[in-house]
């Protein structure tokens, strides 16, 4: 797989191309040239291949939209007065970042609604997430790679830690925790599966029933701009845009911050109705860790001992959190 990044000739690489492309690992080399109308000077394009399978989700975006500085602003507008450039999504960019935004092909393929450059609020949401992008800072792609980095965070390893504490339990004491409620212990597991899926049937999964395709738009604005939270926050989740990384690459710590973040960041008109399902979501993962604590100290703690009784109580306790977050399901949904 390939994507196309700018290079305006005799200057240096935007901010985001930079960064991409040292994240990757490979040079950018001249691939296009691109001429503008009345013969005027083009736009230099650069190609980088890319193939780790992390760069998934920033490639839906990044591989549709080409990044220019200042000095290219007449090619913008001349993209505005032809109907190729939502005129919000030019004047709300950050010029501070100096970013420019060209949608020079509809996304349609990337799971987000074919007309949703005409949609304001989605436009804010990527100006913010690339904003954001451009202050990420990547591992050094010659001594570590983006999922060796991902992985030895401190969150992963409580999370697997966790998973297989749980499921030794479970096998020690069959029936300790309900038939139900493990499979959806397994469920959420499975997260990194489920990240790889599109948006859309992650969404149907997230809140049941059929969505509008308003409500899908919201959803899909909603998972960019968890992404721009989790970013903004130091998180390194992997890239994606689903509505399970809001809590997969948040540190506990920032947990209740980055909750309150993200309701304000909802637009107005879905907050009411999606606040509840995306609180419900983050607190049965933020429960499902609490249960894996609580099970690895019952398991460490000396046999009849105080601290054993201790952490047994603890341990019925996160379970039981976990069975009153479960009942907010249908029983025989996704989740479920």
């Known amino acids: 797989m390939s994507t196309v990044l700018p290079g305006p000739e005799a200057a240096s690489l935007p901010t985001v191309a930079r960064i991409v492309a040292r994240a990757v690992g490979q040079p950018l080399t001249p691939c296009a040239f ?11 394009l650069w190609r980088v291949r890319l193939e780790a399978p992390w760069v998934a989700g ?15 602003s007449h090619l913008l507008r001349w ?18 970042a100096r970013l420019k935004v060209l ?17 304001p609020r989605v436009a804010d949401a990527v100006v913010e997430w690339l904003s954001r992008i451009a202050r990420l800072a990547v591992p050094d792609p010659l001594t570590t790679t983006w999922t060796d980095w991902y992985r030895r965070t401190t969150l992963v390893r409580e999370f697997e830690t966790a998973w297989a504490t749980i499921r030794a339990l479970q096998a020690a004491t069959p029936g300790f925790i309900e ?26 999964r997230f809140i049941h029933g059929d969505l509008e395709p308003d409500h899908l738009r919201a959803v899909g604005e909603i998972a960019i701009q968890v992404r721009a939270v989790d970013w903004g926050l130091g998180a390194c989740g992997p890239l994606a845009f689903d509505l399970y990384d809001l809590v997969w690459g948040l540190p506990d710590s920032h947990f209740g911050q980055s909750l309150e973040n993200l309701v304000c960041l909802m637009p107005s008109d ?7 399902p995306v609180l419900r979501l983050a607190g049965g993962v933020k429960a499902f860790l ?3 604590r609580a099970a690895a100290e019952y398991l460490q703690a000396p046999a ?8 047994l109580g603890s341990l019925r306790t996160a379970v039981g959190r976990l069975h009153r977050w479960a009942d907010h399901f249908p029983r025989g949904s996704d989740l479920r």
């Open 34 to 44: 691109v001429p503008l109308p009345g013969g005027r000077t083009g736009l230099g």
């Open 58 to 72: 920033v490639l839906s975006l990044v591989a549709k939209v080409v990044l220019v500085d200042d000095r290219e």
């Open 79 to 96: 993209l505005m007065s032809r109907g190729r450039l939502a005129p919000r999504l030019y004047q709300e960019l950050p010029l501070s």
């Open 103 to 119: 949608l020079l092909e509809d996304v349609g393929d990337c799971g987000l609604p074919v007309d949703w450059p005409k949609q």
């Open 179 to 204: 038939a139900d409620e493990f499979r959806l212990l397994a469920t959420l597991f499975a997260g990194r599966a489920i990240i790889a899926q599109r948006l859309q049937p992650v969404c149907r």
């Open 270 to 276: 879905v907050r009411p109705e999606l606040t509840a």
């Open 290 to 292: 609490h249960a894996g």
């Open 304 to 311: 009849a001992s105080g601290s054993a009784a201790t952490s």
